[in-house]
């Protein structure tokens, strides 16, 4: 990040964009990193976490109308993985679902059953897709699953915002036949990052008490943590 912005500067530049709550996770400052440039200098996140949570960022989120789609599962995606795929995360992506389908169990997240998942219900909408979802038959749980390759420069802050809105979005009812699931399983929202990426970083930096508000902006929007080791596709659940 090249140019440093005072800790007023920052504060100033979340409250212009809770206007417009389901593209909040896109703004550039959602993705600033680093400190302010202040005599005491803070971390962005931790001032713009603090201020989402001062200005109810879980009732801001609720706004969020869902899109209705009458059916979330995509029978073209068979794990096969394109040629002209260039993107690090969805071949990651495909790569733990076809470990699933080939009978593996990853870990605390159940088994991946479906990545890439649409949001739209036609071309005008505008929303992203799903990563990974993926079911936990013992808990009966489904886990939405933000994906971060392990060089992937995005922030926290932003991994939890997108899954926060995504969730919003999600016509529940109507994914949960998609998927020919029990009723009565719940949707939860995760993030899924790597070992030793920028993200694993800033755990660690929340788990060492620098960074309080991110952790409480986790428990306000109650989104999971799960870390995944790169090359044996290991998931286990993180502790802030």
């Known amino acids: 990040m090249g140019v440093k912005y005072s800790r007023d500067e920052t504060v100033k530049e979340i409250g212009s ?10 703004e550039k400052c959602i993705n600033w990193s680093g400190k302010t440039k202040d005599k005491k200098p803070g971390f962005y996140s931790e001032i713009i976490a603090d201020e989402l949570i001062k200005s109810g960022i879980k009732d801001l989120l609720q ?68 990563d990974l979802i993926s079911f936990s038959k013992d808990d009966g749980v489904i886990y939405l699953l933000e994906l971060k390759g392990k060089n992937s420069k995005e922030t926290l802050l932003r991994c939890i915002l997108e899954i926060s809105t995504y969730y919003r979005l999600l016509d529940k009812e109507n994914f949960i036949k998609s998927y020919s699931i029990p009723r009565t399983t719940s949707i939860k929202k995760s993030i899924l990052i790597c070992h030793d990426s920028q993200q694993h970083d800033e755990i660690k930096k929340i788990q060492s008490g620098q960074r309080l508000k991110m952790k409480d902006l986790f428990d306000v929007l109650e989104v999971r943590i799960f870390l995944i080791n790169h090359k044996n596709f290991q998931i286990n659940s993180v502790s802030l």
């Open 63 to 130: 706004e969020i109308k869902p899109i209705s789609r009458n059916n979330y599962k995509v029978d073209r995606h068979t794990g096969k993985i394109p040629k002209i795929t260039i993107r690090e995360e969805e071949i990651f992506a495909k790569d733990l679902f076809n470990y699933c389908k080939a009978g593996n169990d990853p870990g605390e997240i159940g088994v991946i059953i479906d990545y890439q998942v649409p949001l739209k219900a036609n071309q005008n909408d505008d929303a992203g897709k799903i």
């Open 17 to 26: 964009k809770l206007g417009n709550i389901a593209s909040l996770y896109k």
